[in-house]
C-alpha cells in the first residue's frame, strides 16, 4: 500500500505524462503544418510512448493500493521559431522529467518503499533514452542549421521510426 504522499506524487507524475503526450503531438502538429511529415512521425511515435507511460503509472497507483486520479494540465507552449527550436524544447521538456523522475525515487527511498522504487527502476533507466534520443536529432539540426536538403534527408530518415510499446506497459 503506497502512502499518501506517494499517491500524490505519482498522480502528479501520470498528468506529467499525460501533458508530455498532448505536448508532443502539438509539435506533431506544428511539422504537420511544415509538411515535415518524417519529423510529425517522430512526434506521433513520441505521444504514443508518452501514453503508455501514464498508463503505466495508472495500472501502478491502482496495483499498489492507490486511486489513479487523471487531472487536467494547462495550454501547452505551441508556438516554435524553428524546426531547431521544437527539438531544444524537447531536450529542456525530457531533461525537466528527469528531474521529477529522480525526486519520486528519493521519496520512495526515503519511505523505504521498495515497491514503488523498483517501478520507478523503469523509469529512471528509460529517461536516459528519453533525453538522448532527441539530443541526437538536436545535435544535427545545429550543424545543418536549417539547411534545406539537409532537412529534407532528417525527415526521411525519422519517417522510419515505429512505435515498440514498453514490454512492462499495460
Ligand atoms: Fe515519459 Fe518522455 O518521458
Do not use: C
Not at 504537420?32 to 497507483?61: P, V
Not at 524546426?83 to 528519493?106: G, S
Not at 545545429?142 to 515498440?164: C, W
Amino acid at each position: 500500500m503506497i502512502s499518501q504522499k506517494m499517491q500524490e506524487a505519482l498522480n502528479d507524475q501520470m498528468k506529467w505524462e499525460f501533458y508530455s503526450e498532448f505536448l508532443y503531438l502539438a509539435m506533431a502538429g506544428y511539422f504537420k503544418a511544415r509538411s515535415l511529415d518524417g519529423f510529425a512521425n517522430w512526434m506521433t511515435i513520441q505521444t504514443q510512448e508518452e501514453h503508455a507511460h501514464a498508463m503505466m503509472f495508472f495500472a501502478y497507483i491502482a496495483d499498489a493500493g492507490g486511486r489513479p486520479d487523471v487531472r487536467a494540465f494547462d495550454q501547452m507552449e505551441n508556438e516554435y521559431d524553428s524546426v531547431t527550436d521544437v527539438f531544444r524544447k524537447t531536450v529542456e521538456h525530457e531533461k525537466l522529467v528527469t528531474m521529477r523522475i529522480n525526486d519520486l525515487m528519493d521519496l520512495a527511498v526515503e519511505e523505504k518503499d521498495h515497491a514503488t522504487a523498483q517501478f520507478l527502476a523503469w523509469f529512471v533507466k528509460e529517461q536516459v533514452e528519453e533525453v538522448a534520443s532527441p539530443q541526437k536529432i538536436l545535435d544535427q539540426l545545429e550543424l545543418v542549421k536549417e539547411d534545406g536538403n539537409a532537412l529534407m534527408m532528417l525527415d526521411r530518415e525519422l519517417s522510419q521510426r515505429v512505435f515498440n510499446p514498453p514490454s512492462v506497459a499495460t
